[in-house]
């Protein structure tokens, strides 16, 4: 929150809206043509008093820097937040010093420092450090990813904390020990090599642990914890987010040793997803940092299925919006997904990412750098789970790939990727575009229009002010996200009224997941404590009725006060020079509209309402 306010205060939105568009001074504004649609006479206005910028014309459109930003280059929010700190010279990463760490992650940290002294010390952890040698792990790639040891002595752990200072309670709420059956309380985990999990921020959140001698389960995760998630952790980022930054390309493998072996052979840009399919809560921590992606899962059955998983559910690149809807129409929208150049490592038979990086080095650049299109791995992999001699079959098939096809910004490409398709099915062009529902100009228009939808923010007439804060915009908020059951009435509610980009960005993903975990994992760290803040802001009452009422007020002083901020600047284009008639006529007739919505709420206003 820090970093945005001074985003907002340094920031100079003639000058930023300048790069795109001409502007000529109007008065103490300015205003040119609109660059979201076309028009020969200037609709679209830039206001320096309040750093906030509006389309009158065809487009309706308006906002501050961010919206303009996002919308103009196809941003996200993290990226449209990059892009702004760099050109105003504001520090977007958390210091060290401001970061909350909370008793949890004290202990974390003590615990994570006996196992390491056991590991380096203790005779028991023998066999252990055996097994780092002969997996090539150097002493130095242990120190810098704190492995340790965790010994057999069922209550070793337990005494070496209570010894400095931890009580009990604390060690089972961050899932260290447990009560055995006869009430002592035991090591969660013993005689395993011990992987410290850290967040982004290098806080320890949770511990891995590996069996040496052949005990089940072969991997043992902390349990979840308040702290600790693991579906929305990625083992390594902590280490390697300044590499996938500054090569722009992040690595994602599956399991601790690959991530260690590759960091230790200079591969510093790879992270790991612990052994699952990734989740969307690991993907949107990653594509804040980078564009360009590559998935360097196990090359076996099991992992051509874990990355297909992970495609669907993490990086949505199939399900369309309407999930109730089995044929496609030409009118379904597709969700908002992260535009980056993801690619699939096709890694050599019987090999995983560390054995290759241990055999040799130079194999591991080979397979990265001719990693596969996510249209070619798709296109090799999808059609066996298909039986494509039947129209059922074929139908299938094209609904599950026509998403992706749809999202391609390259019409070559997509053309290239029909007539892959036509061979595949069998089939000729003019079935595949009735199949797809579309013809081939329409699937282009429609691809526009979709990736229109992903466009986070629409906009907002309000200014960047100097206050910090705006209780309407977190009252509302507050009441969303504490009351599940305001789900529905909410939805009515659109992000055009909220006037601060940070309340419209959490109203925003809010609108897309819905789930408070979820909005967490999708949503910007920066924005995080603002959530948390909300989530514990209190509420006048708990009565159903009385905050469905509440919301139902708050929604109608949104939208009144977004409709008098345009009302306020619609003498700017009827008393501007420049004219057409049907612009005017037009114009007048949104004009009409909005004061009849305008007297509608005004008639509805009740006192008493919240702040």
């Known amino acids: 929150m820090v970093a945005i ?54 487009c309706t459109s308006g906002g501050d820097a961010f919206t303009f930003l996002m919308r103009m280059e196809n941003l996200n929010f993290r990226e449209a937040l990059e892009f702004l700190a760099s050109k105003t010279g504001v520090e977007t990463r958390q210091p060290s010093s401001q970061i909350t760490r909370s008793p949890l992650h ?16 203790s005779s028991e952890a023998e066999k252990t450090r055996e097994y780092l040698t002969q997996r090539g792990i150097s002493l130095d790639s242990i120190e810098r990813f704190n492995l340790g040891y965790s010994p057999g002595a069922a209550e070793a752990l337990a005494k070496h904390l209570a010894g400095i200072g931890f009580n009990t309670d604390l060690m089972i709420q961050a899932g260290l020990i447990h009560n055995n059956q006869a009430g002592r309380n035991q090591s969660y985990f013993w005689r395993r090599l011990i992987f410290p999990i850290s967040d982004e921020n290098g806080l320890i ?36 987010q300044d590499a996938i930054r500054d090569q722009n390309l992040g690595i994602i493998v599956e399991g601790y040793m690959d991530t260690l072996t590759a960091h230790q052979n200079g591969f510093t840009n790879v992270v790991a997803s612990m052994g699952t399919a990734l989740t969307r809560q690991q993907v949107s921590k990653l594509v804040g940092i980078a564009d360009a992606f590559v998935l360097a899962l196990d090359p076996d059955e099991a992992g051509r299925e874990a990355t297909v998983r992970s495609l669907e559910s993490a990086w949505g690149v199939f399900q369309p919006t309407n999930q109730h809807s089995r ?52 296109l090799d992999t999808l059609p066996s789970r298909y039986d494509l001699n039947s129209s059922e079959g074929k139908l299938q098939f094209t609904e599950r790939f026509s998403g992706l096809l749809l999202s391609l910004a390259d019409t070559t490409q997509q053309d290239q990727l029909l007539e892959r398709m036509e061979k595949i099915l069998n089939v000729d062009r003019h079935t595949l575009d009735t199949a797809i529902g579309l013809s ?114 708050c929604a109608r002083r949104l939208e009144e006060r977004y409709l008098r901020g345009i009302k306020n600047q619609e003498s700017l284009l009827l008393n501007s020079t420049e004219s057409s008639p049907e612009r005017d006529a037009e114009y007048m007739a949104k004009i009409l509209q909005r004061n009849s919505r305008l007297k509608e709420l005004f008639s509805h206003n009740t006192n008493g309402r919240p702040i």
Request: proline residues 7%; aromatic residues 10%.
């Open 440 to 553: 081939q100009g329409s699937l282009l228009r429609q691809k526009s229009q979709s990736r229109q939808e992903q466009t986070t923010l629409q906009g907002s007439i309000a200014p960047f002010t100097r206050a910090e804060r705006d209780p309407i915009e977190e009252y509302t908020l507050a009441l969303l996200f504490q009351e599940p059951q305001l789900s529905t009435q909410g939805e009515a509610i659109s992000p055009e009224f909220f006037q601060r980009s940070e309340n419209r960005e959490l109203f925003t993903t809010w609108k897309l997941w819905r789930i408070i975990d979820d909005v967490r994992g999708a949503l910007d760290p920066l924005l995080l404590e603002h959530l948390d803040m909300l989530l514990i802001r209190p509420l006048p009452s708990s009565n159903r009725t009385q905050n469905e009422k509440a919301l139902t007020d």
């Open 106 to 121: 004290e202990l974390n940290r003590a615990a994570a420092a006996y196992y390491h002294q056991q590991l380096l010390q």
């Open 327 to 378: 044929h496609w129409t030409g009118q379904q929208n597709f969700p908002r997904r992260p535009i980056v150049d993801l690619r699939i490592a096709m890694l050599p038979p019987g090999m995983d990412p560390d054995d290759l990086i241990r055999k040799d080095p130079e194999d591991w650049i080979k397979v990265i750098t001719s990693s596969a299109s996510l249209p070619d791995f798709l």
């Open 5 to 58: 306010n001074r985003i907002k205060e340094r920031l100079d939105l003639v000058a930023l809206v300048s790069e795109y568009v001409g502007l000529t001074q109007a008065g103490r504004n300015f205003k040119g043509l609109c660059p979201f649609h076309s028009e020969r006479t200037p609709s679209f206005f830039v206001f320096p008093e309040n750093q906030t910028w509006r389309c009158f014309g065809a």
């Open 205 to 240: 959140v949770g511990f891995g642990g590996r069996s040496i001698d052949n005990s089940n389960p072969k991997y043992l995760n902390t349990r979840s914890t308040s702290i600790f998630n693991k579906s929305q952790i990625l083992y390594g980022l902590h280490t390697a």
